[in-house]
């Protein structure tokens, strides 16, 4: 076996210009590959964490068929017991109780549809951001005043100002309507249409009792340490909850279309990385069926002198694996050094393009990632990919009879 490696490793440096050029390309690929996926889940993370941050939370805890259809009956009361078990899981960061209404919003001769959500400021810090995208004013004190803020473009649509008052109007949980009276101390600025255009922010205590729903909640949204305790959490939270009427349900099951839209990019992305691999895996089809046709006379007289044939084709497996090794190590070197710059230096988009992303609620920053899986993923890829363009020169080389080596030219 020894000898098989010597002779595969001098082979390789016989044309030394043609073997660099060939393992400059394992690199390049390497290198560019795992520097493109590490920017696609840096910033998938990036997108996740913004968007859960922003409002969702990372889990929501609900009743089970709320999300199918969302009603003021599909509720529950947040009692002692249920608090200490989100309170007790390390992974859980904080957690806020809120109430979601459909009501109608009036000022003067103007009225327009509008999602009502009850929040406790105090306990939305540790769990969201959006108290902090206040584009005038500012956001609610307490949550059992009469204050209200508004998406910008519902106070521009209701031709209204900051500190104006207003009259909402919705269905209360007994199926009367209530109404009241509320000033707005401020917009909220948060980049969806839904939120900006309908949204409507008042305090918890507030809105339970304008529906006159008790202390009862439509959702507790957590938020988590990590996006990657989501899965750990929802599985020990539902195996609590399972006898009740609840459920925890992940960010991707409140969100499915976040979720559908970094799929699709990703499935984009991986096209793209599949044919850079294979435009390599044709280069090193080139080098090693170059290297074999050039090597037939001398392999022929090889086999005459009683080589065996398994030990040639070893020989010319052997050199390419040297190439796809050297070339696959060398790219993840220069890889580490990439992602590593990326991550602590993220590229972040300025002036009208990222006010472009901001208005529709992107964040406008590409960070990568160095999660081994970028790393290992790609790089068994390239490997074997690497390993299965030298099928038709080993092929080849096996077929070969000594008379017909020696005597090609």
């Known amino acids: 076996m020894s000898l098989i490696i010597k002779l595969a490793w001098r082979n390789l440096w016989r044309n030394s210009r043609r073997t660099i050029i060939t393992i400059l390309a394992v690199t390049f690929a390497t290198l560019f590959s795992i520097a493109m996926r590490g920017i696609q889940l840096g910033t998938y993370e990036e997108t996740i964490n913004f968007a859960v941050g922003l409002f969702s939370g990372y889990l929501q805890i609900q009743h089970k068929d709320y999300q199918e259809s969302p009603s003021l009956h599909k509720s ?59 584009d005038q004013g500012r956001f609610i004190r307490g949550d059992n005043s009469n204050e209200i803020v508004v998406g910008y473009k519902m106070l521009r649509n209701l031709r209204a100002e900051v500190g104006d008052e207003i009259i909402l109007l919705s269905q209360g949980y007994d199926g009367s309507l209530g109404n009241a009276r509320f000033r707005i101390v401020g917009t909220l600025k948060m980049g969806s249409p839904d939120f900006d255009g309908m949204g409507v922010f008042m305090g918890l205590s507030r809105l339970q009792e304008l529906l006159g729903m008790g202390h009862r909640i439509n959702v507790v949204a957590l938020s988590l340490n990590s996006v990657y305790d989501v899965e750990q959490v929802a599985d020990k939270l539902n195996q609590v909850l399972r006898a009740s009427t609840l459920s925890a349900l992940r960010w991707d099951q409140v969100m499915p279309e976040l979720k559908q839209g970094i799929e699709l990019d990703n499935i984009s992305g991986m096209i793209y990385l599949f044919i850079l691999i294979l435009v390599v895996a044709f280069g090193i089809l080139n080098t090693v069926l170059m290297s074999v046709t050039e090597r037939f006379k001398e392999f022929g007289i090889l086999l005459s002198v009683g080589m065996p044939q398994g030990m040639l084709v070893a020989v010319v497996f052997i050199e390419t694996v040297f190439i796809a090794l050297i070339g696959i190590v060398i790219g993840n070197i220069l890889a580490v050094g990439v992602n590593y710059y990326f991550y602590v230096n993220p590229i972040e988009f300025t002036g009208e393009y990222k006010a472009m992303m901001e208005q529709y609620g992107f964040l406008p920053v590409l960070r990568s990632s160095l999660k081994l899986s970028s790393f290992f993923n790609t790089t068994l890829s390239i490997f074997a990919i690497s390993l299965v363009s030298t099928i038709y020169p080993l092929v080849r080389t096996y077929k070969l009879e000594p008379l017909k080596g020696i005597r090609y030219t």
């Not at 509008?114 to 951001?129: C, L, M, N, Q, W």
């Open 76 to 134: 529950f009361v947040l009692d002692g017991k249920l608090r200490d078990i989100i309170t007790g899981m390390p992974e859980v960061r904080g957690y806020a109780p809120r109430v979601y209404a459909d009501g109608l919003a009036s000022y003067k001769n103007t009225s327009l549809g509008a999602v009502i959500f009850g929040v406790d400021p105090e306990r939305e810090k540790a769990v969201t951001t959006f108290p902090k995208k206040i």
